[in-house]
Each structure stands twice: as structure tokens, then as C-alpha cells.
């Protein structure tokens, strides 16, 4: 297979096709809520800040819910690549449903982006792993490289769509990102041949026959989902944000529970899905933070920040700076990691890190939460202290992920990773539901209390986390 800069050919391919897959969707990110809470003079929909937080809410944590099946589905019939090709399509239809400016074109917009997001976000990750031996010294500084071009996508994402829609109209910025998305699928097809046998369908798993009739079942389960989300089921926002909230409590235990009762699983496996599934738990709660870019920590660049420099500079645009960090970071913790040698920490003390990085991030905030028109730095400092963090937590969760699942489930695991994201984006857009019902200092200072106390608690458990990953670092 050709090298891309010491790295497999295959990965500027998929580089590429994340760095506009997440330009398409932070673009939508940094726009929605604004877009749902701006009034409708201005274009907006003129939602209250409760409704816009339980919306967001069920848009974030459905996008990563679906890479369950969506992983099931390139595992079992229709293999990784397809899975991104069709996922892409999807994501860009739905952002130019949302460019059209009707409310029914709204909830279908978002609808199709939650399907096509769990298409696509699994498997091409899971690509980025199959592309590397399990011990390959490049893997984790490949999946640094790779994690920079999601951050690519979105730092440029805020800057053009939030422009467009804070400053033109909102939906000339969601069809931006319906551009991006579409210039992502047209280079990634053009790139298969750099992949080889990356992400091909399963062989004799299962007949083509039972494929198509799988295929079909699935349709009504897609349909129903679209139809619920374009609003032809009369189901309240925040009612739908409670059961989504109680369905995902119940999806990760009973996913935790087949996994671990299926067949086939050696002693050393077992004991890998324990440690996963604690990697899981501090994922979610890490993510719960992070996301609340898009949802508390927009809404205080809007109504508690001064963006009187530059004559009013979008809210949006804040949103580019974790990712500007990420890029300007990256590249040192890729060294880092690569070599540091036997001092490097374990991935349960990164994790550790990554917590208790991302409590300070939101407790710095504390002191000046009750305040109006405060200074534009306070909210670059907290995205830098959670940049520290998701360094030292997302890329080396990926590349965990990947080394601890076996090859036959790989995909169905990283859809498993993924959920900790769809539980963490739902915690962090609903969250925004409080933003005027409780003090913020009370609001933030509690979210930051809770992730220094699991950092600590994290940081005990590294040694038994140690002995359940059988060897793996």
C-alpha cells in the first residue's frame, strides 16, 4: 500500500473526507441553537431557550445513537466503505433540507443528518484503525493526524457558515455546509483506490439474499425515526428529550449486557469489554462538557460576552478556537505519545487527564458566570484547558477502541464508542434546557465539581483498568 508521509495512502483519504464531514457538521452546530432562539424577524424560529436546549438535545445524542446500527450494518451487510459513501449523501441532503426555509424542511434536514451521521462517523474511524497493525508504532500518532483533520473541518466550519447565517441568513450557512459535505463524498469516491481492501463487505457472513431481506426490515426502523423527527408524530420537545434521555440509559445497558453474553468471547476479551465499558462511562461524561460548545457555551458567547471587536463579530465563531487549539496541539501530543517511550502515561491516566482537564475548563468560568459583557478571553481559556483534554482523551480513545474489540465486531464497537458520544452530546444539549432556569455559577461550577471528582476516581482505577486490558497500553 503507497505511504502518505510515513502513513498509509488511504489516510489522506479519509482525513479528507472527516475534515468535511465535521465541516458540515460543526457548521450546523454553531448555527442551530442561535437559529432556533433568534427571533422570527431575524429569521429564526423564535423558540424558547428550554425548547432549543430539549431539540439540540435529541439532534446531538440521536446523531451518535444511530452509529449503533449504523456500525451493525457495515459489519454485517454492507461493509465500512459503502457505509461512509452512503452516510455522506445522506448528511448532505439533510443539510440542504435545512437551507430551505420551512419548518417541515427543518425536522427532515436534521432527521437525515442523524442517519447519515450514524452511517458515516463509525466506520470511518474504524478504516483509520484497519489501516495499521494493532502494534504499528504509528497508530496513535496516525489517529493524531487524523483527529487534526476533524479539526480542520472545524475550525473553517464556524468562521463561513456562522458568518453567512448570523450575518446574511441562516440558511444560506446551513447550505454551506451542504457544499462542504458534497465536495467530501466527491473526493472520498474518487480515493477508493488508495484503500485496497480497507472497509470491504463481509465475506460469508451472511448470503446475499439474507442481506436484502435485512436491508428491508430496516427501512421501517429509518422511516419511523425520519417521520418522528419531521414532526408528523405531535410529540413535544422536551417529552421526546425525557424519553430519548431514559431510552439511552436503557440502550447502554442492555447493549453492555449482549455484548457481553454473546458467544465466542475468550477469558482476555471479557476482560477487555470491562475495561471499554469504563473507558465508556468516562467518555459520556467528558463529551457532556465538550458539547456544551454548541449549547450552554454558545448561548454565553451571545448573551454574556463582549463581540464588540471587529464591529460585532459572530457567537459563532468562538466554536473555531478548540479546534484552532487542537491543530495548533495535536502535532506535540503526536510526538508526545510517540516518544515518550516507556514514561508514556496509560490511556486510563490520559483519561483521567482528559476529565479533570475539562472540570477546570468550566471552572474557571464560575466566578464571571452571573455577569453580562464579559471579556472574549475567559471563553478562549475555557476552550483551551478542554482542547488539553480532548487531546489527551478522543484520539486515544479511537485508537484503544480499535486495539481492544476483535475484528469481527470492530465496527459494532466503535458504534458502542460512539454511544458515550450520543450520551455526552444529549447531557451537554440539554443542559442548555437551564441555561435562564438556575444561576449559571450554580449551573457550571456543578458540572465542573462533577468531572474533577471522576478524574480522581478514574485516576484509582488505572491499575485494575491495567490488568483488564490484558497487555494492551
Request: hydrophobic fraction near 50%.
Amino acid at each position: 500500500m503507497a505511504e502518505f508521509f510515513g502513513h498509509p495512502r488511504g489516510l489522506a483519504t479519509l482525513f479528507l473526507t472527516e475534515f468535511w464531514e465535521r465541516f458540515s457538521y460543526y457548521g450546523i452546530r454553531a448555527l442551530l441553537i442561535l437559529f432556533m432562539t433568534a427571533s422570527l424577524a431575524s429569521g429564526g424560529l423564535g423558540w424558547e431557550v428550554f425548547k432549543a436546549g430539549a431539540v439540540y438535545g435529541i439532534y446531538a445524542g440521536m446523531s451518535y445513537l444511530i452509529t449503533l446500527p449504523g456500525g451493525w450494518l457495515a459489519d454485517r451487510l454492507i461493509g465500512q466503505r459503502k457505509a461512509v459513501l452512503y452516510g455522506g449523501l445522506l448528511i448532505a441532503a439533510g443539510n440542504y433540507a435545512l437551507a430551505v426555509p420551512l419548518i417541515q424542511s427543518f425536522y427532515l434536514g436534521l432527521g437525515l443528518i442523524v442517519l447519515g451521521t450514524g452511517l458515516l462517523k463509525p466506520n470511518v474511524s474504524t478504516m483509520v484503525g484497519q489501516l495499521y497493525g494493532p502494534d504499528h508504532s504509528r497508530r496513535d500518532a496516525g489517529f493524531s493526524i487524523f483527529y487534526m483533520g476533524i479539526n480542520l473541518g472545524a475550525l473553517l466550519a464556524p468562521l463561513a457558515c456562522s458568518y453567512l447565517g448570523e450575518k446574511i441568513n441562516w440558511h444560506l450557512g446551513f447550505g454551506l455546509a451542504g457544499v462542504g459535505m458534497t465536495a467530501g463524498v466527491i473526493q472520498y469516491r474518487a480515493g477508493w483506490k488508495h484503500l485496497a481492501h480497507i472497509g470491504a463487505p463481509p465475506r460469508d457472513t451472511l448470503s446475499h439474499k439474507r442481506r436484502l431481506q435485512l436491508s428491508l426490515a430496516l427501512l421501517p426502523v429509518l422511516l419511523a425515526v425520519g417521520l418522528g423527527l419531521t414532526g408528523v408524530f405531535k410529540i413535544t420537545a422536551t417529552g421526546l428529550s425525557k424519553s430519548l434521555g431514559l431510552m439511552l440509559l436503557i440502550i447502554v445497558a442492555a447493549t453492555f449486557s449482549w455484548l457481553f453474553r454473546m458467544k465466542g468471547w475468550t477469558p482476555i476479551e471479557r476482560k477487555r469489554l470491562v475495561a471499554i465499558l469504563i473507558f465508556f462511562f468516562a467518555s459520556s461524561l467528558f463529551w457532556s462538557l465538550f458539547e456544551q460548545a454548541g449549547s450552554t457555551l454558545n448561548l454565553f458567547a451571545e448573551l454574556n460576552t463582549n463581540r464588540s471587536f471587529l464591529g460585532g463579530f459572530p457567537a459563532g465563531w468562538f466554536q473555531s478556537e478548540e479546534p484552532l487549539f487542537v491543530i495548533l496541539l495535536a502535532p506535540v501530543f503526536a510526538w508526545l505519545w510517540v516518544n515518550l517511550g516507556r514514561w508514556e502515561p496509560s490511556t486510563g491516566s490520559k483519561f483521567a487527564a482528559g476529565l479533570l482537564f475539562a472540570g477546570f475548563s468550566f471552572l474557571i468560568l464560575v466566578p464571571v458566570a452571573g455577569r453580562t459583557n464579559n471579556s472574549p478571553l475567559w471563553l478562549t481559556l475555557s476552550y483551551l484547558l478542554v482542547t488539553v483534554g480532548e487531546l489527551c482523551l478522543s484520539p486515544v480513545g479511537l485508537s484503544v477502541t480499535t486495539k481492544l474489540a476483535p475484528s469481527r465486531v470492530a465496527s459494532l464497537m466503535m458504534g458502542f464508542w460512539f454511544l458515550s458520544d450520543a450520551v455526552g452530546n444529549y447531557i451537554g444539549g440539554t443542559l442548555a434546557s437551564f441555561y435562564h432556569a438556575f444561576p449559571l455559577p450554580r449551573l457550571f461550577g456543578t458540572v465542573a465539581l462533577t468531572a474533577i471528582g471522576a478524574a480522581l476516581a478514574v485516576f484509582l482505577l488505572v491499575p485494575i483498568m491495567k490488568k483488564l486490558m490484558g497487555g494492551v497500553n
